[in-house]
């Protein structure tokens, strides 16, 4: 099925797309231009919403929720089965539409894809994942747990995975009963769009709803009266803002932010899977993701893997591809990961693979570059520059290896290259981070395990997908019941 791009998009609530009150004000300053960062061509205008947009979308969530929270968990999964097959069938449009409005290449892209239709697997189970217990906690008394949903929920999302990130709660939020607005990426607003539309021909009007816009419609959505629950995934500094204006607006939410990932390599690792996996993890989706090895640290200097990384980092070439990267989001992207290697060069690094030549291309592109690093105290090394830069540093110990992972602010991911179970142990025992990987340079958990980091990746207190998805789009409401045992009815004796 070949994508097609709307020239200009529109909101989408009660199951239809609904465009911009015409009659607003400057109506033409209302829209953002969307563009495609292989060559920067304008392929689609986004529009901005304002308050009186972003009330309709969650009027029209709060004005479902009732009847779509009322229903059986058994009943909500049917709809989630429909909508599993749905994207399955999609899938080859929805990874065009990631490729044309991101730059993944399209293996990434139905990767992402794929990922994203796990947690919609994942969400077909929830009667019996989110069944409650019960106990006789004395006698004749019971206790029961049940999870209802907590409202209508607001997700707002980032532009490195237009699919994959919005599919880590819609689903996990629907089955659970509650109904959702989607904040699109503003760079990335293609995919979701058309997953809304696909949504449509499945659930009930008002269940799923988007709104589109930059960081005032985000405002707006967070701000409104009837939303309950807040996830955000995107920087660590507005993450952290989100998470603190819920908690003052009495909100529930789950805000992930940035990261900035360690992999270290000790001298027993298998030289051949280490250098491919490094490779593949700093370069993959052109370094834009949150997972994404940005630091590899050798304990000791390690110059045959070191060479075999720079060899396979220099032979990728640019494209959509197999075996190609793809380009970064957009100029002002380009513009910062460059200065990043600019600098890193006159602090007296060595840049040993060189990817600024390919800024020259038109559209958004950095190649890969692996940067070995003189002085700990590098920008590279410690800010999260996410695109294809790989920073090297030759630590004396392994001791000073975890100094420098438990230093940084940041703490999604880590990961140990060994091929010992006992240097592997020492490792995961101190690493400051909430998904490690020991031989795997993208440890993402799969369902029923949750996604999260820690630190200041994360701020709220539950992990994203999983488990954690479920305790955070459901209250727990607890009934104790004691019934007496009527004396005068002879027939119970
Ligand atoms: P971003 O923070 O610029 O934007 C994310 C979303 O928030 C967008 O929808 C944007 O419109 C909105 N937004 C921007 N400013 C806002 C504000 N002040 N108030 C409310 N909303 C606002 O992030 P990005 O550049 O789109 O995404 C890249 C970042 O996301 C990276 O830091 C990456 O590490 C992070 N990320 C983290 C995870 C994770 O699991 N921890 C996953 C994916 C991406």
Redesign the pocket.
Known sequence: MTATIPEQLCNFYNNQFVPLDASADAEKKRYLDVTTPHTGEVISRVPLSSAAEVDAAVSAAAEAFPAWSSRTYKDRAQYIIRFHQALIAHEDELAELVVTEHGKTKDEAIGSVRKGVETVEYAIGLPQIAAGRAAEVSRGVQCQERRDAVGVAVS??????PIM?PMWTLPIALGCGNTVVL?????VPLTLNRVASIAAEIFPPGVVNLVH???D???LL?EHPKVRAVT????????R??SSQCRALGKRCLA????KNHLVAVPDCNIEMTAQDVVNSFSGCAG????AASVLLLVGEQPELLDLICMKAAALEPGRGSRQVGPV?DAASRDRIVGYINEAEQSGAQILVDGRGWADRPGSWVGPTVILHKSREDRALHD?I?GPVLSIYVCQSAGEAIEIENANPYG?AACIYTSSGAVAEWFTKRFSAGMMGVNIGVPVPREPFS???INA??FGDMD?TGDGGVEFFTLRKKVTTKWTVPTEKSWLH
């Open positions: 707002i999302v980032p532009f490195n995975f990130v904040k699109p990426s503003e760079k816009g930059d960081k419609a985000a405002q967070i955000f995934v995107g920087t660590t500094a507005v993450a803002h989100v992930l932010g940035g990261a834009q993701r949150c997972m989001i999260e996410f999604n996604f999260g980091g990746s994360s994203i």
